[in-house]
């Protein structure tokens, strides 16, 4: 098998079964498999993927074990020669996999390979490419200057070699995951891409961003910043540092000290409320129900509708593709004010997310 794409799920149900739908479609003409490991959610997460997703491979843990172990449970079911970890509150362009599969394969000693993430908006997730975060290039991010954490030395839309690739995509060669043990599961949550992204490059292997693709990333969804965020956040730096890093008592109490300040200052992020005066669908036929759900009327979109700010734009997917989805998003954000929402395909809810930094919305109708 080619490919095996790994999905670890807690109770957002409705994002995962948006990026299953989306995955579907990506993998359509590949020998590929999709593997969902739900971490004991709440929601019916499972039940719906039996039910829509007979094919999927299917884990249920009996409790939460975290990010590191949950991936790497789903890995060791994988067959495929790559595996592509996966955030369920993401959304594939339907020709991301074969993109980068064919990237992959002409890079001799590939580690990871990582795309452009973009949020809900449309906007460009800096966190699609990062430095390695030293205890001093740590320092500077927490003292508000975050050039040297991000790798900069790539535009957004230039391909080239990182050390640090974000866990919402990574997509590697099986073996080379297996090799180094997979995630580091002293890693509940947060830092355990970094720690493999940084283990996967002292093995010989490297990593690199290629943004010939373009993937939504919702963010927020999953990892909403709370008291429980910032203890863990904080953790996960301590273990990175400890593991990778000579001791040093100055670094060690600047970084604990910043990373504990500044998550506690941001337990509850602002995101700027979102007006809606025009609802539009971009789709071949009307919704009735949708319409009297949102108690608006919704024109239809055409190549003449003229983009003006807080219009709602919905995506019907059972009419447009993804990776038309995402490209409109990711263009016309610069146009106008606007915020966006899906309609999976044979779905009753639509849904998105108006900032990275919170809970994404779903409405069901």
Same mark, same amino acid.
């Given at each position: 098998?080619?490919?095996?794409?790994?999905?670890?799920?807690?109770?957002?149900?409705?994002?995962?079964?948006?990026?299953?739908?989306?995955?579907?479609?990506?993998?359509?003409?590949?020998?590929?498999?999709?593997?969902?490991?739900?971490?004991?959610?709440?929601?019916?997460?499972?039940?719906?993927?039996?039910?829509?997703?007979?094919?999927?491979?299917?884990?249920?843990?009996?409790?939460?074990?975290?990010?590191?172990?949950?991936?790497?449970?789903?890995?060791?079911?994988?067959?495929?020669?790559?595996?592509?970890?996966?955030?369920?509150?993401?959304?594939?362009?339907?020709?991301?996999?074969?993109?980068?599969?064919?990237?992959?394969?002409?890079?001799?000693?590939?580690?990871?390979?990582?795309?452009?993430?973009?949020?809900?908006?449309?906007?460009?997730?800096?966190?699609?490419?990062?430095?390695?975060?030293?205890?001093?290039?740590?320092?500077?991010?927490?003292?508000?200057?975050?050039?040297?954490?991000?790798?900069?030395?790539?535009?957004?839309?230039?391909?080239?070699?990182?050390?640090?690739?974000?866990?919402?995509?990574?997509?590697?060669?099986?073996?080379?995951? +297996?090799?180094?043990?997979? #995630? &580091?599961?002293?890693?509940?949550?947060?830092? !355990?891409?970094? /720690?493999?992204?940084?283990?996967?490059?002292?093995?010989?292997?490297?990593?690199?961003?290629?943004?010939?693709?373009?993937?939504?990333?919702?963010?927020?969804?999953?990892?909403?910043?709370?008291?429980?965020?910032?203890?863990?956040?904080?953790?996960?730096?301590?273990?990175?540092?400890?593991?990778?890093?000579?001791?040093?008592?100055?670094?060690?109490?600047?970084?604990?000290?910043?990373?504990?300040?500044?998550?506690?200052?941001?337990?509850?992020?602002?995101?700027?409320?979102?007006?809606?005066?025009?609802?539009?669908?971009?789709?071949?036929?009307?919704?009735?129900?949708?319409?009297?759900?949102?108690?608006?009327?919704?024109?239809?979109?055409?190549?003449?509708?003229?983009?003006?700010? +807080?219009?709602?734009?919905? #995506? &019907?997917?059972?009419?447009?593709?993804?990776? !038309?989805?995402? /490209?409109?998003?990711?263009?016309?954000?610069?146009?106008?004010?606007?915020?966006?929402?899906?309609?999976?395909?044979?779905?009753?809810?639509?849904?998105?997310?108006?900032?990275?930094?919170?809970?994404?919305?779903?409405?069901?109708?």
């Amino acid at each position: 098998m080619q490919l095996s794409v790994v999905i670890l799920n807690y109770n957002v149900r409705y994002f995962l079964e948006l990026c299953l739908k989306s995955v579907e479609a990506a993998i359509k003409d590949l020998d590929a498999e999709i593997i969902v490991v739900d971490n004991h959610s709440s929601d019916d997460s499972c039940q719906m993927v039996k039910n829509l997703f007979p094919k999927v491979v299917l884990i249920e843990n009996k409790e939460n074990y975290g990010f590191s172990k949950g991936n790497n449970l789903g890995v060791a079911k994988a067959t495929g020669d790559y595996v592509c970890i996966l955030n369920p509150d993401t959304v594939v362009a339907e020709d991301t996999f074969k993109i980068l599969l064919n990237y992959a394969q002409s890079i001799p000693r590939l580690g990871i390979v990582g795309c452009k993430l973009i949020d809900g908006k449309g906007h460009f997730l800096p966190e699609s490419k990062r430095n390695v975060p030293t205890p001093w290039v740590s320092i500077k991010k927490i003292l508000g200057s975050s050039n040297s954490y991000y790798a900069n030395h790539l535009n957004e839309n230039e391909t080239g070699e990182v050390d640090i690739l974000v866990g919402a995509f990574m997509l590697l060669k099986r073996n080379a995951y +297996n090799e180094i043990n997979g #995630f &580091d599961e002293d890693y509940f949550m947060y830092g !355990d891409d970094m /720690d493999l992204s940084y283990r996967v490059s002292k093995a010989g292997y490297q990593n690199y961003y290629n943004p010939s693709t373009t993937i939504i990333h919702f963010k927020g969804e999953s990892t909403l910043k709370d008291k429980v965020y910032a203890k863990r956040f904080n953790e996960a730096m301590q273990i990175f540092f400890k593991k990778h890093f000579k001791p040093n008592t100055i670094y060690n109490t600047l970084i604990w000290f910043g990373v504990k300040v500044i998550t506690l200052l941001n337990l509850q992020p602002k995101t700027k409320e979102t007006i809606v005066n025009e609802y539009m669908l971009m789709s071949d036929v009307p919704n009735d129900a949708l319409n009297s759900k949102l108690r608006k009327p919704i024109r239809l979109y055409s190549k003449d509708s003229e983009l003006k700010d +807080n219009q709602q734009i919905i #995506f &019907d997917a059972n009419f447009i593709s993804f990776k !038309d989805i995402i /490209d409109f998003i990711h263009t016309s954000r610069k146009e106008a004010e606007l915020s966006y929402k899906i309609l999976p395909q044979n779905a009753q809810f639509i849904i998105g997310s108006n900032s990275s930094k919170g809970r994404g919305e779903v409405l069901e109708f």
